[in-house]
């Protein structure tokens, strides 16, 4: 807009330079003239109001602000006098507005550093609040206001303490994801038409999977050995286990849930109709299915052993699991490769399971 008010201007002034030669009779007849194509204008327009740019009404307002009233009236312009001088009015308002702003604004920014320690504080420790946080600023030796922190925590989204003080179902499983098994039964149909039950458990810390087995009839026997198998096989790995997850299926016999209390593992029934509870083992269900049993045919109990069977090996030994930065189960991820000879000359073997539903990729030796 500058720019343009200094073109306007400059052309302004050149044309008042023409005027300067012109004999005041040449003046009268090109006002007159002017004056007449105005009225002609206006005639065509009716009622259309005419849009004046930002410099077009500076220019006006500038050039025309000092004559009286009286001349405004008897000047034929497209506008009426009072907006002219609204023009100006907002002109200098905004002129003053300009100049009274401060060089320097308020108090400077609190440096990044600060602010995720704020944050940092105040996720780490739910029942904190913004003064306990500033406490604990002043104990670092980091010296900032009260109100300071509390804006750092209320600008990152942060609910006040008694609001972050509840802790959910999902923080209950993270916190608590080393002494955790999820438990539950899958179904699945054979070639024949049979239905299969499958029983799982799943390590919530290391996403370590345990197919208890695959039987047609989930007996309370059945399910009662397969909690013996499975407190044996915690003992054997001196797992720290504490608590097992499972829905409240009529599979689970109460034998079930003595068994593994003997065993100092203490049974928690997920709700009704919620899922969530035990979000980690039926998550891994979802994804048997998409792997292994949708790609597969499978003949009888034999057969889906034999299948789940390679499928826990993949899944515990070779697969990544996101949940755990895609580490292995029962692996840790390897070193990267970082010489470029290496890497340009990586050589790869596919070692199929199952007739290559399944594949493993490694180094050749």
């Known amino acids: 807009m500058l720019l343009r008010l200094a073109y306007l ?27 007449h194509q105005i009225t002609v204008l206006q005639r065509q327009l009716s009622d259309t109001r005419v849009r004046f740019s930002p410099t077009d009404r500076a220019l ?6 000092r004559l009286p009233r009286q001349a405004l009236h008897r000047l034929r312009l497209l506008v009426r006098p009072d907006t002219i001088l609204r023009w ?10 300009r100049m009274s702003r401060p060089n320097r604004p308020g ?12 944050q940092r504080l105040a996720k780490e420790n739910p029942s904190w609040g913004y003064r306990r946080v500033h406490g604990e600023l002043l104990v670092l030796g980091v010296k900032v206001a009260a109100s300071t922190v509390w804006q750092i925590l209320t600008d990152a989204g942060i609910d006040p303490a008694p609001d972050r ?8 499983l993270r916190s608590q994801a080393e002494f955790l098994l999820g438990c539950d039964f899958f179904e699945t149909v054979t070639l024949t038409g049979v239905r299969m039950y499958v029983l799982v458990v799943i390590e919530h810390a290391q996403r370590r999977i345990r197919i208890l087995g ?4 989930p007996t309370a026997a059945w399910v009662t050995q397969a909690a013996r198998n499975l407190a044996m096989d915690l003992e054997d790995a001196n797992s720290r286990t504490r608590f097992l997850i499972h829905d409240r299926d009529g599979k689970f016999p109460h034998l079930f849930d003595t068994i593994l209390a003997d065993a100092g593992i203490k049974v928690v029934l997920s709700g009704v109709q919620m899922p ?7 998550r891994w269900i979802q994804t048997c299915q998409h792997e292994l049993l949708d790609r597969t045919l499978t003949w009888n109990q034999r057969h889906l052993l034999h299948a789940l069977r390679e499928y826990e090996r993949f899944y515990n030994s070779h697969r990544p699991h996101q949940g755990i930065a895609n580490a292995r189960p029962l692996q840790p991820l390897p070193e990267s490769i970082t ?10 073997r596919r070692r199929p399971r199952l007739g290559g539903i399944l594949n493993e990729y490694h180094h050749a030796a």
């Open 88 to 97: 100006h009015r907002d002109l200098m308002r905004r002129h003053h507005a």
């Open 276 to 282: 969530r509870m035990n979000s980690i083992v039926e």
């Open 339 to 348: 010489d470029p000879a290496q890497i340009t000359r990586l050589d790869v």
């Open 60 to 65: 006006l307002a500038a050039l025309l602000h």
């Open 214 to 217: 695959a039987t047609p009839h």
């Open 107 to 118: 108090r400077p920014r609190t440096i990044r550093s600060v602010r995720v320690l704020v």
């Open 165 to 172: 003080a509840s802790s959910t179902w999902a923080q209950f």
């Open 9 to 35: 201007g400059l052309i302004n002034t050149f044309a008042l330079l023409r005027l300067l030669p012109m004999t005041d009779r040449d003046k009268d007849t090109e006002i007159l003239v002017l004056r």
